[in-house]
């Protein structure tokens, strides 16, 4: 006779494995609503903390030492690539090119030249045909063919001197092009550094920054590191527009990680062709992949869930 309580005749099945295997029943119905919770369900979408900033900031100066005359625009100005922004003192260029302009303009010395030429061209035809009837002597021949040829050499150089003239004036006209700044990029007018009357020398005259496109900054941890590649595409949600999402292209994924801080740094480009947004403000990335800290709450739950069996 089996002793009661542990041991059942007819089934041949051991009341104490039988408890152990209720008891884990027990435990995977508790745990079921974990398991669902953290294990079954989708993955949280990955996403990181992220700073909009301009493309570029972009400090104006002069190539020449000069006065600054006038500005043309105020802090918080759009500016596009090639506006004129200031102009600086250029009375003497002004002058240098007034006069290029009447040197191109002159054009009696070529005149006289051509002119000079064609009278000793005539007195040479004459000349040689009467040293062929022995009418003149031999050296007044040779003058006046002398005469001929020094006049084509005098012309040539007037020519050549217009040419000049004209060189010099795009000279003159490009120096006077220096004494207009001109913006170097399409952007904003971030801050002005002098006013009107100050020397540029050394100095710069206003500082520009570069708004579309717009530069998303993103410190991502270690565990997303081989997941953010360059080319992808990611979502920003920016505090200014609230409530509004963009599209941003991955341009830079840094190669190595900082040790100090279990990090690294991705960048990003953002178009921003109607000046809707606006840099310095802070951001969220998300991107099209899992968070690699809720795949590893699904494998932990999943542990769980198969234990409990």
Do not use: W
């Amino acid at each position: 006779m089996s002793r009661p309580g542990l041991f059942n005749d007819r089934t041949g099945i051991s009341f104490s494995r039988l408890a152990q295997s209720r008891v884990r029943r027990s435990r995977a119905l508790v745990l079921l609503p974990l398991i669902l919770l953290l294990g079954l369900g989708r993955a949280a979408a990955a996403e990181l903390d992220c700073l909009v900033k301009p493309e570029m900031y972009v400090e104006v100066s002069s190539p020449v030492i000069s006065v600054l005359e006038e500005v043309l625009v105020e802090t918080g100005d759009t500016v596009t690539r090639g506006q004129p922004l200031a102009y600086l003192e250029a009375s003497v260029e002004k002058a240098r090119v007034k006069m290029a302009e009447l040197q191109v303009a002159h054009t009696s010395d070529i005149e006289n030249r051509k002119e000079q030429l064609r009278y000793k061209k005539l007195n040479n035809e004459r000349m040689q045909e009467l040293r062929a009837k022995n009418s003149v002597p031999q050296f007044e021949a040779d003058k006046a063919r002398t005469e001929y040829e020094l006049a084509k050499l005098e012309l040539a150089r007037a020519r050549e001197e217009r040419i000049m003239a004209r060189a010099n004036l795009e000279m003159e006209r490009s120096q006077l092009a220096l004494r207009t700044i001109r913006s170097p990029i399409d952007g904003i007018v971030v801050d002005r550094f002098l006013m009107v009357g100050e020397s540029v020398e050394g100095r710069s005259i206003m500082k520009l920054a570069q708004v579309d496109p717009l530069k998303v900054e993103v410190i991502a941890p270690t565990e997303y590191f081989g997941l953010i590649r360059k080319g992808m595409k990611a979502k920003i949600f920016p505090e200014q527009p609230k409530n509004e999402a963009f599209i941003a292209t991955v341009t830079v994924v840094d190669k190595l990680i900082d040790p100090a801080s279990g990090s690294f740094t991705v960048r990003m480009l953002l178009p921003n062709p109607d000046d809707r947004l606006i840099g310095g403000v802070n951001c969220v990335a998300r991107f099209d992949f899992d968070n690699p800290a809720s795949t590893g709450k699904q494998d932990q739950a999943i542990a769980v869930s198969a234990a409990s069996d």
